[in-house]
């Protein structure tokens, strides 16, 4: 499984120069069954990952391109009127919508109204859209990518806080470097065409995340991942924490650090977490579940600030033991 992992990143990299550790953290989350947010500027490739990711793996995808007039039957899906010609009976049938798939791409999330961006939300935590009293449940595995822009905010929905929550990482892209960049333009504008084979299907990525629920973490760390999420809320934390957060994360945040930082472990071919696993992705896994105050958002102090400052104070605080 581990090889297969490795082989996933290859067909990845055919298409994708550099964005090692963001191609890392959408493995994370596929491996240990979440959704995941990317916010980058235009142009960092983000759709194209994300398409480059669903073609090495053997299940059906889905792009929906979200827009201001989007409506939540547009995703979910909606009752058709039908007639039985053997007994000319009329009769209501539901007609699937495009989330009925395995790997769905939100694209530009945030440009559909929140009650659009609603429509998502059984289906990230349930695995399942009820409709007309009728629960379906959506086949498992079960992946939303979505993306973001964070330039334009004209015509734009801030996504709720609790869509943000079930977001099992938000992943920030950075712009490529110099070599990256120069890669890119090569690859891109030739006559060189590349081919994506299939890695894995669907039993084998629920058998992986399977595996990722075996991996050995000590109570030394789950006491340390507790630790710092009990620091993020301003009432028992530092005064950094309550100079500048008005809301810290709740306890879905501790399981999401465990469990991805187990599938880091995974990825990198270990079966027990280490400390570094766990700060690897205690940004990502923060990133939205900090609500910083107004006096944060005006001086430009962000979540990852205060992450920051929280595991150098857990460290500090080890050491002195």
């Known amino acids: 499984m581990i090889q297969k992992l490795g082989a996933l990143k290859q067909e990845i990299g055919k298409v994708i120069v550099g964005q090692t550790e963001t191609v890392d953290q959408l493995l994370i989350t596929f491996l240990a069954g979440g959704h995941a947010l990317l916010e980058g500027v235009p142009g960092l490739a983000k759709t194209l990952m994300i398409r480059s990711l669903s073609e090495a793996i053997d299940l059906p995808f889905r792009r929906i391109q979200f827009t201001p007039d989007l409506m939540p039957s547009d995703i979910i899906g909606t009752e058709i009127l039908e007639e039985d010609h053997?007994?000319?009976k009329r009769f209501f049938k539901f007609n699937k919508g495009p989330l009925?798939?395995?790997?769905?791409?939100?694209?530009?999330?945030?440009r559909t109204s929140p009650k659009t961006q609603s429509a998502l939300l059984e289906a990230m935590q349930e695995f399942s859209v009820t409709y007309g009293g009728i629960t379906y449940p959506l086949e498992r595995p079960f992946f939303i990518l979505a993306?973001?822009?964070?330039?334009?905010?004209a015509g734009t929905f801030p996504l709720p806080e609790a869509q943000l929550d079930r977001f099992l990482l938000y992943i920030k892209i950075g712009y490529p470097t110099a070599e990256e960049e120069t890669a890119i333009l090569e690859n891109t504008t030739g006559k060189r065409t590349t081919q994506i084979n299939k890695v894995l299907d669907g039993d084998e990525i629920k058998e992986a995340q399977s595996l990722v629920r075996e991996v050995h973490i000590s109570r030394d760390l789950i006491e340390r991942v507790s630790s710092i999420v009990r620091l993020t809320r301003p009432d028992a934390s530092t005064s950094y924490v309550k100079d500048w957060v008005r809301w810290g994360a709740g306890p879905r945040a501790g399981q999401a650090m465990i469990l991805t930082a187990k599938a880091r472990a995974l990825l990198h071919g270990n079966f027990a977490v280490t400390k570094e696993d766990i700060e690897h992705v205690a940004y990502p896994v923060l990133r939205h579940r900090i609500l910083?105050?107004?006096?944060?958002?005006?001086?430009?102090?962000?979540?990852?600030?205060?992450?920051?400052?929280l595991l150098e104070h857990v460290n500090s605080s080890a050491k002195s033991l």
Do not use: C, W, Y
């Open 86 to 88: 053997s007994t000319g």
């Open 100 to 110: 009925f798939a395995n790997i769905i791409l939100a694209d530009e999330i945030n």
């Open 147 to 153: 993306t973001q822009n964070p330039i334009e905010q």
């Open 292 to 309: 910083m105050n107004f006096r944060a958002e005006a001086e430009g102090v962000t979540s990852d600030n205060v992450t920051k400052h």
